[in-house]
């Protein structure tokens, strides 16, 4: 097929806690060249040092001046061009929360600018200004994604006034426009909004490029859907589909690729409009995934942007290839996208009702209250359990030639999740020993040994953790900024202190119990 293209390029979210060292993205410079990757974008909300909003910026592992000349350079070299994206009204609580500018807030949430205010304009082209000294590109993406709070505060009545959230948003959008081209740039920018309202957008300035993106509902249909409302008004847009890293213990591999090949199949179909591709993948709830778990999705996306031979593709044959290829491996039989999809797609094998509960169930859910009550048994969980140890054996003896620092974040994620599922077993197994011993309080042998096998149980899983959150640690040196590390190795102390807390507890109710008189104090898991 005719490529339909002239921006084939991939997104890097910087701004939600983890920042790239240069060494990083120059590999991945590097390596998207040999993928015909024309563009990388880099998503910023405030990790740029922007001069006359250190307050914005402190502490944050910011990207300096020296440093964007630095990776421009290099890019060149391999004709790749480096595209700023920034947020220029919503995505903006880094920003907001500072006392000296939750003035431009529209609301309390402290999400969005307000746009009735002059202040915001001001403060927009002070860091528009800025990013454009520093860039070369002629495009800057103004973001202007998911503005959940838009016309919901300050700008209400003025939103009333002029028609509504839609005519708000258009004007908003109209005064970013003149401030970008100003400095003598084109505008790009997210296309959710204009999916959103219903109206046509015939006043839209046709000279944007809207990014049109979307990671859930991912059929041909739907997101055919979505590009023919961006397309009916002439507008040009990029496929932007994702590599569905963010909020999972593990990269959803197979979610992405139908993401990915779905979209461009809708778009070889739409055919008008289509200026290109840009994948993307992003930190939300502060970055937990490493850069290396972003690289299967790359991969593929690489791949059928490059030849969109799309239909009838061979999942297995090409994966494999690819990542065997990039990562140098030469064993012939080990299936990567076999191991691979089996740990990107637990969330379907458990009663979950979406792939991100697993990631929240790891931290904010100890003792899967809300999981366990499902089960009537924990036979399925002990098959996967199973299954995952022998497959993170076959993993363990691969040895790529080439990238061995994103195989092994690839193969740390497995081993969180290998946790996740020993640790749903555990607690099943200490929740029976507790009932047991409860049910049997006559039996002081019993409830001795049952509450004393419960505290070791909690003790290994604590010092399981800690080894872990060592590992992670070293990871993240290794190839990111240290600023935002302490906020992800803060999610395991947290585990560790629930654990260390819960043996006290346990403790506390055993001494209570084996004296004259005493009682087993109920304990919930």
Same mark, same amino acid.
């Given at each position: 097929m005719t490529k339909p293209i002239f921006f084939n390029g991939i997104m890097f979210d910087i701004s939600r806690g983890q920042v790239p060292k240069l060494s990083t993205l120059k590999v991945f410079i590097k390596e998207a060249a040999k993928f015909d990757i024309n563009f990388i974008s880099l998503y910023i909300e405030h990790t740029f040092q922007f001069k006359n909003h250190p307050i914005v910026w402190k502490n944050s592992g910011a990207l300096s001046k020296k440093d964007i000349e630095e990776l421009i350079k290099y890019s060149k070299k391999y004709n790749i061009e480096i595209i700023p994206s920034i947020q220029a009204m919503g995505h903006l609580e880094n920003v907001l929360k500072h006392k000296e500018y939750a003035h431009l807030a529209e609301t309390s949430r402290y999400y969005s600018i307000a746009p009735v205010l002059k202040e915001s304009y001001t403060f927009l082209e002070n860091i528009i200004s800025d990013i454009s000294e520093i860039f070369d590109s002629e495009y800057i993406n103004i973001g202007c994604d998911e503005v959940l709070d838009i016309g919901q505060g300050k700008s209400m009545q003025y939103a009333k006034k002029i028609g509504g959230d839609k005519k708000l948003f258009l004007e908003h959008i109209g005064k970013v426009k003149k401030i970008i081209n100003k400095h003598h740039k084109k505008v790009m920018m997210w296309g959710d909004m204009l999916i959103k309202y219903k109206d046509h957008f015939k006043s839209l300035p046709k000279d944007i490029v809207? +990014?049109?993106? &979307?990671? @859930? #509902?991912?059929?041909?249909?739907?997101?055919?859907?979505?590009? $023919?409302?961006? *397309?009916r008004d002439n507008l040009n847009q990029i496929i932007c589909? *994702?590599?569905? $890293?963010?909020?999972?213990l593990f990269p959803l591999i197979n979610k992405a690729i139908d993401n990915?090949?779905? !979209?461009?199949?809708?778009? +070889? @179909?739409?055919?008008? *409009?289509?200026? *290109?591709y840009m994948v993307t993948t992003w930190g939300d709830n502060g970055n937990f995934n490493f850069l290396g778990e972003s690289i299967p999705g790359f991969l593929f996306f690489s791949h059928i942007i490059s030849n969109f031979n799309v239909k009838g593709l061979n999942l297995k044959k090409t994966n494999n290839f690819l990542y065997k290829d990039f990562w140098g491996i030469k064993d012939s039989n080990v299936d990567l996208y076999t191991i691979f999809s089996f740990f990107g797609g637990l969330y379907k094998l458990l009663p979950v009702e979406n792939y991100y509960n697993i990631f929240f169930y790891y931290w904010d859910s100890p003792f899967f209250y809300e999981l366990l009550d499902k089960y009537e048994d924990i036979k399925e969980i002990k098959t996967l359990y199973k299954k995952s140890l022998e497959y993170f054996k076959k993993i363990n003896v691969v040895n790529p030639m080439k990238h061995k620092i994103f195989f092994n974040e690839l193969i740390y994620k497995m081993s969180i999740v290998i946790n996740f599922l020993k640790r749903v /077993? #555990?607690?099943? @197994?200490?929740? =029976? /020993?507790? #009932?047991?011993? &409860? !049910?049997? /309080? @006559? #039996? =002081?042998a019993l409830v001795k040994n049952n509450i004393m096998d419960i505290i070791d149980r909690l003790k290994r899983m604590s010092i399981e953790l800690k080894l872990l959150r060592k590992k992670y640690k070293k990871l993240w040196l290794y190839s990111y900024r240290k600023p935002g590390l302490e906020f992800n190795l803060a999610r395991f102390i947290k585990l560790e202190k629930t654990y260390k807390n819960k043996s006290a507890e346990l403790k506390k109710s055993l001494k209570n119990y084996i004296r004259p008189g005493g009682e087993l104090l109920k304990i919930e898991f």
């Open positions: 809207i +990014l049109n993106w &979307y990671y @859930e #509902d991912i059929s041909v249909a739907n997101m055919k859907k979505r590009i $023919t409302k961006i *397309g589909p *994702g590599v569905s $890293t963010w909020r999972t990915m090949k779905n !979209s461009v199949i809708a778009s +070889l @179909e739409y055919k008008k *409009g289509i200026s *290109g /077993l #555990d607690v099943y @197994e200490i929740k =029976e /020993l507790y #009932d047991r011993a &409860y !049910s049997k /309080l @006559e #039996d =002081e």
